[in-house]
């Protein structure tokens, strides 16, 4: 009898975790996603006059400030 009861009780529950799945199941038609934004890897180019040649680098500290 007690085995009956156990075989009952796994068949409800199979049966219960089938339908509460196929009850989660959506057949509606999802929006289309956006399509994401494109990006160009092309690097940008600078401006003509900024730092022509490497002149307006900023200097480096002298070797007298690594000893104070």
Not at 8 to 28: C, T, W, Y
Request: aromatic share 4%; hydrophobic share 30%; glycine share 8%.
């Amino acid at each position: 009898m007690k085995s009956l009861k156990q075989i009952i009780f796994m068949l409800a529950v199979v049966i219960g975790l089938g339908l509460s799945i196929s009850a989660q199941s959506d057949d509606q038609k999802r929006p289309p996603k956006e399509k994401p934004p494109v990006i160009d890897p092309k690097p940008k180019q600078k401006p003509p006059g900024d730092n022509p040649g490497g002149r307006n680098t900023p200097k480096k500290p002298g070797s007298a400030y690594n000893f104070v």
